[in-house]
């Protein structure tokens, strides 16, 4: 069992910058996929990026591609997303999520793809 806990939400104003981290329980290593989605209020849960399990690919969507850069440790179990230039339509809940891959290099971007979740952090941006 696996479980992903975010933090780093909070209030920023329009142009600023937030860096989230997603601290997953057990070992997250080489075989797990793992991405950042965002819902927004009254909006499906819509992908943010994803990255490999060997963390040598990553995928962004349009909307924040060159804005976000996602990342991961696996030696400490731990996913970033750094954000910067956030505009309010950034607004959301954020949420981690992962899966066991039998490829280290498997790249998957929708949340039915996904097996485990966080609870998700608030990301606020003031304009």
């Known amino acids: 069992q696996v479980q992903l806990v975010e933090s780093g939400g909070g209030l920023v104003q329009s142009g600023g910058s937030l860096r989230l981290s997603c601290a997953a329980s057990?070992?997250?290593?080489?075989?797990?996929?793992m991405a950042w989605f965002r819902q927004a209020p009254g909006k499906e849960r819509e992908f943010v990026a994803t990255i490999t399990g060997s963390g040598d690919v990553t995928r962004y969507s349009d909307s924040i591609k060159g804005r976000f850069t996602i990342s991961r440790d696996n030696a400490k179990n731990m996913l970033y997303l750094q954000m910067h230039s956030l505009t309010p339509e950034d607004t959301a809940v954020y949420y981690c999520a992962t899966k066991f891959t039998s490829s280290t290099r498997v790249v998957l971007t929708t949340p039915s793809e996904f097996r485990y979740w966080g609870q998700g952090t608030q990301v606020t941006v003031a304009s």
């Open positions: 057990g070992r997250i290593d080489s075989h797990y996929a």
